[in-house]
């Protein structure tokens, strides 16, 4: 998928405040990955709803990099305090209660596959990486 195809996601996170030249195409690559899996899970819902609940698990990882992205980038990446550090170990105990909500309807209420929930958390964390590094790579080979 060339750059071009996904201008409107990028201009997108650009207006939320993603605007760091590594970090915007990690967060894009992770949302295209849960919007294919998801669509995909709807569409083959009557055969399986393993590739939903893979999707899912993507979204789950995507939403924790977005909020954990628009935290730092818009407190900056520098003069860090103890204060800072309570403030964000305050906003990651409530990402991890409502991620914990969340797997429990999912996996109790509405029976999801572990594995597919499993999965794509692992998958959304890999293809995060991934875009990172090849980000950074893209980005080191670009300078003068």
């Not at 204060?83 to 209420?109: E, Q, T």
């Amino acid at each position: 998928m060339t750059h071009s195809s996904v201008h409107w996601l990028d201009a997108w996170l650009w207006r939320q405040g993603i605007s760091h030249q590594v970090i915007r195409p990690l967060l894009r690559n992770v949302v295209l990955l849960s919007v294919f899996f998801l669509l995909g899970g709807a569409l083959s819902w009557f055969l399986t709803d393993w590739f939903f609940w893979f999707g899912a698990g993507v979204g789950i990882m995507a939403l924790t990099l977005w909020s954990l992205s628009r935290f730092f980038l818009r407190r900056g990446l520098g003069n860090y305090s103890s204060a800072l550090l309570w403030v964000v170990l305050l906003r990651w105990l409530g990402r991890l209660i409502a991620l914990s909500v969340i797997l429990y309807v999912a996996l109790v209420v509405c029976r999801a596959p572990v594995s597919a929930i499993l999965g794509g958390l692992t998958a959304g964390t890999v293809t995060a990486l991934v875009s990172f590094v090849l980000a950074m790579r893209k980005k080191s080979c670009s300078l003068p």
